[in-house]
DNA sequence: AGGGAATGTTGACTTGAGTCAATAAGGGGA
DNA sequence: TCCCCTTATTGACTCAAGTCAACATTCCCT
């Protein structure tokens, strides 16, 4: 089991909220893949009512621990987040990156408590939704309670995902999945879908791929070698999207 | 690739419903650990009357496939369900078993299509819930809608745990868990939870736990020889409930 | 009850990813 | 800016689970 390391970040306060981070949610660019998702603008007035914008959030800094309470769930406005568990033995598991327009923490709803931990990768700043007054809400907003309803179907479908992924893939097959579904998400939020940069370290993929860090290293040399990618550290530029998609899937 | 055997048993008929299979909600023994958990007994009955209790399947009869409408979520009344998606190279992934009082079908929500397959491992009756339906009752039942989220939640947490199996895992573990979980699953129905029959083939569970026919054999066969289990075909007896719990997370 | 297909078991061998180890390259703090 | 600690890369070796193959058993279907 490795030993955790001392994260000198974790305990860093919550920085005081001095300026205006965002209006509200309907001047917010993301609100087209948001909360406010086909919601009618007088509704996203009483959505924005309960939403709290008050956290931003330093590297390494914690947004809720596994086993805190549960009180809210949470859209990213800025930064990466990362959700992870720890099994009892220690070790942990990387459950996913939530990136802007995302939403994480709906798994804390079934107990009552968080069933993981969500970090920040970089400066992160998220709006907070009260649980409570979702729920309220949701019972007078059919398109809210409806889009609520499928944001939680789509956790569970892209969880089910990345359980075949654990379970019938390759190294090559993960990191490539991986890479894609970053591209993705990155297309939807309008930015290039082809040159980005990792927020996350080797170690954070190769833990959510269920790989050893050397692995996801040598992938990246190889796929590096063939011409598909253009690795730089951190930045990634994906040189042939049609040869990827192939090694995703090709088995 | 594996090809698919053709299922004889796949496009029988649904049975005409010919009794009733169950007077309602209120009397069903599993209401306790099913959707109407929590309800009182007034609501019980607005619940009752958006159930639909006409489907019993036979063995290998699909519920509903992958890219199916999504109409109905399903709560499982007996038998045993398993849920299974198609990679598009055509290979297989189980993605969950279903036992009597639990819920599947939740992941189509989000599409408006079925992301996944369902097909009785056994004869199997099942509740249909009109998703609609169950939407509108949601709006003006808060402690239903409350449920659901709470199942919805449940469902991602529990897809959780069986990423960090998948990912962490070693072959023993992953048995080990899953006899567990289907022993407490066992618990909850006042079943024993040290003696059962295992409704699935040794394909599907390896299936579902990424591992081989051979793996999944051999490791039965090791946990036998060590005195933990009993096996005798589909048959298993825990013999040693702490050892498997040792099992489940000694790395 | 009998026969044949499907399912399960066991053994021998192979292999992809893990482990261990050494080195390189970054990047944040004083 | 320099230094040190963290993160990433690469190589050599190991091993757990996969593959292939033979055989056993079970479960349907007639």
Chains 1, 2 share one sequence.
Do not use: W
Request: charged fraction near 25%.
């Amino acid at each position: 089991m490795n030993t955790q390391l001392i994260d000198l970040n974790e305990d860093l306060p919550v920085q005081p909220c001095s300026h205006e981070y965002q209006a509200s949610c309907n001047n917010c660019r993301l609100s087209s893949i948001c909360l406010p998702f086909a919601l009618e603008a007088s509704e996203i007035d009483q959505l924005d009512n309960i939403v709290q914008r008050s956290k931003p959030l330093q590297k390494g800094q914690h947004l809720y621990r596994e086993s805190d309470d549960f009180q809210s769930v949470f859209a990213v406005r800025s930064g990466t987040m990362k959700a992870y568990r720890t099994t009892d033995d220690g070790r942990e598991q990387v459950t996913g990156f939530y990136f802007p327009g995302e939403i994480l923490g709906m798994d804390g709803i079934s107990n009552n408590s968080h069933a993981s931990s969500a970090k920040a990768l970089e400066t992160a700043a998220v709006c907070e939704i009260p649980f409570t007054s979702l729920e309220k809400l949701s019972a007078s907003m059919p398109h809210l309670q409806r889009h609520f309803f499928q944001l939680m179907s789509r956790e569970i479908a892209e969880d089910q995902q990345l359980i075949t992924l654990l379970s019938k893939s390759s190294a090559d097959e993960r990191v490539a999945a991986l890479l894609l579904s970053i591209s993705t998400r990155n297309a939807r939020r309008k930015l290039s879908p082809t040159n980005f940069r990792l927020s996350m370290s080797r170690v954070d993929i190769g833990n959510y791929l269920g790989l050893t860090v050397e692995t996801v290293s040598r992938v990246f040399s190889r796929m590096q070698k063939l011409g598909v990618l253009r690795v730089e550290n951190k930045e990634i530029e994906i040189l042939d999207t049609d040869a990827l998609m192939k090694m995703a899937d090709a088995h």
